[in-house]
């Protein structure tokens, strides 16, 4: 896709958050949107090969409305700054596990995995895995790839203290103990991308392929959780 183009509008969308300016550049945003959306058809080319479950996904409705919800937003700006897309199998985009990318009005690349803020019983059950397979998780963590492309897993919104329902004196509590006082099981890297902003479609989409592809052990083992009786 044509990368000045789309921060060039997305930083002008920013500057003019407003339906007069966003009708008036509607020809605009249909030539990007249709060209990020080849830009994902490319990474769900590539990332299938990875993940065989993406098999399927239409490019189409991966992507995200670029309308927010202001219902009970205090920011009452229409629209978002960025373009985004998750991927996920059949059924999981809600709740996950997926993988999600998005592109800012400051050339910014955001690439996510896992499962955000998950639901409370998404999150029970992937809790009660961390106990059942701590070992596994353990492993994802510590795999050179995945640990060189996203460090480790989301701290943001850690309980202080373990959750309701888990004794301190659980065997093995030590060595699990911090992951089931995390609120998401998932991992993100950013990416400025404004000093590749020449480069294709099929550049990017591989780079892209490249980090997602990381993430891909962490995946697998969250759908075990989820796939856990309740």
Same mark, same amino acid.
């Given at each position: 896709?044509?990368?000045? =183009?789309?921060?060039a509008?997305?930083?002008?969308l920013?500057d003019?958050?407003?339906k007069?300016w ?10 990007l ?5 080849q830009?994902?058809?490319e990474?769900v080319? &590539? ?7 993406l098999y &399927?996904i /239409?490019?189409?409705?991966?992507l995200?409305?670029i309308?927010r919800?202001i219902r009970?937003?205090?920011d ?8 985004s897309? *998750?991927?996920a ?5 809600k709740s ?6 998005s592109i800012?009005?400051?050339g910014?690349?955001h ?7 998950p639901e ?6 992937l ?7 701590? /070992? &596994?998780l353990?492993?994802v963590a510590?795999?050179?790839?995945f640990a060189?492309?996203?460090?480790s897993? *989301?701290q /943001?919104d ?7 329902g888990f004794?301190a004196?659980l065997?093995?509590?030590?060595r699990?103990?911090e *992951?089931?006082?995390?609120?998401s099981?998932?991992?993100?890297v950013d990416?400025?991308?404004?000093k590749?902003m020449?480069?294709?479609n /099929?550049?990017? =989409?591989?780079?892209?392929v ?6 891909v052990?962490?995946?697998?083992w969250?759908?075990?959780?989820? =796939?856990r009786? &309740?």
């Open positions: 896709m044509h990368l000045p =183009a789309l921060v509008y997305l930083q002008g920013r003019n958050n407003n007069a966003f009708v008036m550049n509607k020809p605009a945003y249909d030539i949107r249709d060209e990020f959306q830009l994902v058809a990474v080319a &590539g990332l299938v090969k990875h993940d065989p479950l &399927g /239409e490019p189409r409705k991966a995200f409305r309308y919800d009970f937003a205090k009452k700006t229409p629209y978002k700054t960025y373009f897309a *998750s991927l199998e059949a059924g999981a985009r996950g596990p997926m993988y999600y990318l800012d009005a400051d910014r690349l690439q996510g995995a896992g499962c955000w803020l409370r019983d998404l999150l029970a059950r809790r009660h895995h961390v106990v059942d397979d701590h /070992e &596994g353990a492993r510590k795999a050179r790839r060189a492309t996203f460090g897993l *989301s /943001e850690k309980l202080a203290r373990l959750p309701k004794d004196d065997p093995g509590i030590e699990f103990g *992951s089931l006082r995390l609120k099981f998932a991992v993100g990416r400025d991308l404004t590749t020449q480069a294709g /099929e550049a990017l =989409a591989k780079s892209i490249t980090t997602f592809a990381a993430a052990p962490l995946v697998d969250l759908r075990r959780g989820r =796939a009786p &309740g």
